[in-house]
């Protein structure tokens, strides 16, 4: 995947009770922090920097380290997947009480 103009950052191994408190804290260390969503029943993060360098200082330095006695995985974030959903089928009409 090209990390030409990749800003946000994938976290992944979150302790389940982080707060973005905490996330933006870690990262204005890099830089100014533009959005962090944080998806705490998973585990998981998204943080976007406002530029490619802070991310790129934040990943190189982040990786691996033990944050709330978890180690950190972080990676380039993808984009959302293009899903589309398949029309569902249409439920049966009901047998006519005379049938």
């Keep these: 995947m090209s990390k030409e103009n990749v800003k946000s950052l994938y976290l992944g191994n ?10 933006r804290e870690m990262f204005q260390k890099f830089g100014d922090v533009k959005n962090i ?3 705490q ?10 530029n490619q360098e802070d991310a790129e200082l934040a990943m190189k330095s982040l990786e691996g380290l033990d944050f ?3 180690r950190l995985v972080i990676d380039w974030a993808r984009p959302p997947k293009n899903t589309t ?4 089928r249409r439920p049966a009409a ?6």
């Design 14 to 23: 979150l302790d389940y009770d982080v707060t973005e408190n905490e996330l």
């Design 41 to 50: 029943k998973k585990g998981i993060a998204f943080v976007t920097l406002n």
């Design 37 to 39: 969503k944080l998806i």
């Design 68 to 70: 709330l006695d978890r």
């Design 85 to 88: 959903r398949r029309p569902g």
């Design 94 to 99: 009901p047998l006519s009480q005379n049938e």
